[in-house]
């Protein structure tokens, strides 16, 4: 290979930074809402922390749902952008729902169009990515995205406080401001994310069906596994903000929690998404597993208000080392010709998961307290620690 190709090879994508800056925008808004949704449920319209649990997890495993369909049309047709589009769209539209909610009912009806739209762009987003760029720096395109999405994640919150002291905690107020960001990431969509003609041409033949699950192979089975224990272990961030305000954070700065969180997650993603191009996968996974034990059992039994933030602080950092990589390992994992197939199926296995999760880390928390729901959390993430102690070789690169 020619030194220019091989500068070709390492220059990042513009379509890849374009879907940073989409995630950006779009988690910004998603953001000013979530760090105050708890707090809008329970709050203001008086449901219950087992409520805000089934409320989440049913939204985020609609949107998991969603993937598998919209995987299997973006291999189809071998069309990505389309797809993309309308997911943003409809996760844009969904945001003036929240202010408008008068009942926890409503609320859900907002998650779920709103989590439908995450569904349908999310595996041909991740698809594309892995389209755009070459293997050698695929951790590092996933890791830029995830870094920029993090950011964004980061922004909302902080704009959340901001928001909250210029209304006087007017939450509802907020949630209309909300909606801004979100139409600019459906522009940023429209003008900025292009296809190629190797994503857009016909597909080779037919997308995903059930023969194919098993077509996608053992390597891809073994990730699928790992992600589906992760996913049981790592419930809702809700119960973070519901922690640090039991522990007496105020209501205007509870999306202080979500900054925390998102801080440690944007600095650690990059970084993270970079190493993963250069050593295994296992280490990273252990490393990642194992400070969401440490912080599970910082969240159950902390030493005041600083202890929940550490403890939130290691939750970030667990989700830097784990999360891009395992977009890495499925893609690398799964056939090219179904690859946005096998984004959709890990994404709906890893959603089932995350609202059984989410489910019974509300009813724990309502039945035994707060502490028993981490603790929960630090179990299955032993028992993950474990499975990838078993499933991925020392040597094994992903």
């Known amino acids: 290979m020619t030194r220019a190709a091989r500068q070709r090879q390492a220059t990042m994508p513009r379509t890849v930074w374009a879907l940073g800056l989409v995630s950006f925008f779009m988690d910004a808004s998603s953001e000013i809402i979530h760090a105050l949704l708890p707090l809008f449920l329970t709050g203001t319209l008086g449901a219950s922390v087992a409520v805000v649990g089934l409320i989440d997890g049913v939204a985020e495993a609609t949107s998991s749902v969603t993937k598998v369909f919209s995987g299997w049309v973006s291999d189809r047709f071998r069309r990505r952008k389309p797809l993309i589009l309308l997911g943003y769209g409809l996760a844009a539209l969904s945001k003036p729902l929240f202010p408008l909610a008068t009942a926890p009912a409503l609320v859900l009806g907002a998650r779920f169009i709103d989590r439908v739209g995450k569904g349908i762009r999310g595996a041909p987003r991740d698809a594309l990515v892995a389209d ?218 890893g959603g089932l998961a995350a609202l059984l999760a989410s489910v019974l880390a509300g009813l724990v928390w309502t039945e035994f307290g707060p502490a028993a729901s981490f603790l929960a959390g630090a179990g299955f993430s032993a028992a993950a620690f474990v499975l990838v102690i078993a499933a991925l070789a020392p040597h094994r690169r992903s």
């Open 132 to 349: 755009a760029t070459a293997p050698e720096i695929r951790g590092r395109a996933y890791g830029l995205r995830q870094g920029l999405d993090t950011a964004g994640a980061l922004a909302g919150p902080l704009a959340a406080i901001g928001l909250m002291a210029l209304f006087s905690d007017d939450i509802v107020r907020v949630f209309w401001i909300a909606a801004i960001p979100a139409w600019i990431a459906v522009l940023v969509v429209a003008a900025g994310v292009r296809e190629s003609g190797a994503e857009s041409a016909p597909a080779p033949r037919a997308a995903l069906r059930f023969a194919d699950v098993r077509r996608l192979g053992a390597p891809f089975m073994r990730v699928l596994t790992i992600g589906v224990l992760i996913s049981l272990a790592r419930f809702s961030e809700a119960f973070l903000v519901l922690r640090a305000t039991g522990a007496g954070l105020s209501m205007m700065l509870a999306p202080l929690a979500f900054v925390a969180l998102n801080l440690f997650y944007a600095l650690g993603a990059y970084p993270a998404g970079a190493l993963s191009d250069r050593i295994a996968a296992r280490g990273l996974l252990l490393s990642g597993l194992g400070v969401l034990i440490a912080a599970d059992c910082l969240l159950a039994f902390p030493p005041g208000l600083a202890g929940v933030f550490a403890g939130i602080a290691l939750w970030g950092l667990h989700m830097a080392l784990t999360q891009g990589l395992l977009a890495k390992l499925v893609a690398d994992t799964a056939p090219e010709t179904l690859r946005a197939s096998a984004f959709g199926v890990f994404n709906l296995a």
